[in-house]
């Protein structure tokens, strides 16, 4: 019996390399891995007992509901950037607050919006603040 040496890194076999959200790899990856097990399954069933038409229907039929509710989920996504540009903008000229580092509420006016990042950052006075970060408007 042989033991192997425990290391840092996890096996290459775990790590892809890549900088992919797991989740969004995993929807890509089901996708795939369900069209190579039913042509897998079609080639190496047994002729005489070939899969039941319905079964293999129903399964087509989950494959297309599965890459249907991943579109959806992108379109959602990208409906809630634009929700988030839309609401930054609508900032423009009127009057916000956000607590600073120590906890303080600072307000003032929203003078630039920018969409450079994940979150619109909206400037007020000399401070950047994602948009998330803004707690009152008035």
Known sequence: MTVEAVTSTPPASLYTGGTT????????????????????QLTHQDPSNPM??????????????????????????EAFALNM????????GREVGYEDAEGRLVTGTVTRVSFNGPVPQ??????DIPLDMITDIS
């Open 21 to 40: 959200d797991p989740a969004a790899r995993k929807q890509v990856l089901d996708g795939e891995v369900f069209l190579r097990l039913l042509v897998t």
């Open 52 to 77: 039941d038409t319905n079964e293999m229907i129903s399964q087509t039929t989950q494959l297309a509901m599965m890459e249907q509710l991943t579109a959806l989920t992108d379109i959602g996504g």
């Open 85 to 92: 540009r839309h609401a930054a903008t609508a900032l423009l």
């Open 122 to 127: 909206v400037t007020v006075g000399d401070a």
